[in-house]
């Protein structure tokens, strides 16, 4: 039973084309995000929803554009893509009250050639 | 400024206890410390959180001085296993920003038998 789950795993595509990645949690959780981790590994955050609702939106290109349809689903939709998109798209959820425990999924490794 | 400072690398061997310790000296009252483990190509962890003096759980132990401006993760006993990446964080809400959780670029932790 996969906590925070993360579709597809591996994607590579070419500039220019529109892409998306779903993430969906089965712990309950009120609150998600998605994070982008770089070549060098460094790991920031781009987006936090709570409860269906944006509460976060760091320094992220428009292109990048998140859905949550539900509590249990934060979807991030990437448009026109670039080379520097290539990285590492982790999701993750955490607790009512607890943003510091959070829950990663597995990932997904994005290549834009 | 980094709101914190950890070791870049650190080196221990099968069976010892390893303990990394976190600076980070702009700590504000309301913000928690938490740590989290990467493996590679997983997303991290979380391993423990502390507000202030100990806190103890079956992966590790979290050591905060009264000042709280450091703070000690201690593995005890490490195998191979433990080899990855610990983040230390600070803050009390997600994000980044002066009291936003943000990931630095963490300690490479690598056990040899």
């Known amino acids: 039973d996969t906590a925070v789950s993360q579709t597809p795993k591996y994607l590579v595509t070419q500039m220019g084309n529109d892409k998306s990645i779903k993430c969906e949690q089965n712990l309950g959780h009120d609150t998600m995000y998605w994070y982008k981790q770089d070549s060098k590994k460094f790991l920031k955050i781009m987006f936090s929803y709570n409860n269906k609702e944006l509460i976060i939106n760091e320094t992220v290109p428009n292109r990048f554009s998140p859905k949550s349809p539900d509590k249990a689903h934060l979807n991030l939709h990437i448009n026109s893509l670039e080379l520097g998109d290539s990285a590492v798209y982790f999701c993750?959820?955490?607790?009512?009250?607890?943003?510091?425990?959070?829950?990663f999924g597995p990932g997904t490794r994005l290549t834009v050639t | 400024l980094a709101k914190t400072t950890q070791p870049i690398s650190m080196d221990s061997y099968e069976g010892q206890e390893v303990n990394i310790t976190c600076s980070h000296n702009?700590?504000?009252?309301?913000?928690?410390i938490t740590w989290y483990q990467q493996f590679p190509s997983q997303g991290p962890r979380f391993i423990i959180q502390g507000y202030k003096t100990k806190v103890t759980n079956e992966v590790a132990s979290l050591f905060i001085p009264a000042d709280r401006k450091s703070s000690t993760l201690s593995l005890p006993r490490v195998s191979l296993s433990d080899t990855a990446v610990y983040y230390c964080l600070v803050g009390d809400k997600p994000g980044g920003g002066a009291d936003g959780l943000t990931f630095g670029k963490g300690t490479h932790l690598i056990i040899q038998p």
């Open positions: 993750a959820s955490s607790p009512r009250g607890a943003p510091y425990e959070q829950y």
């Open positions: 702009n700590i504000a009252t309301n913000d928690y």
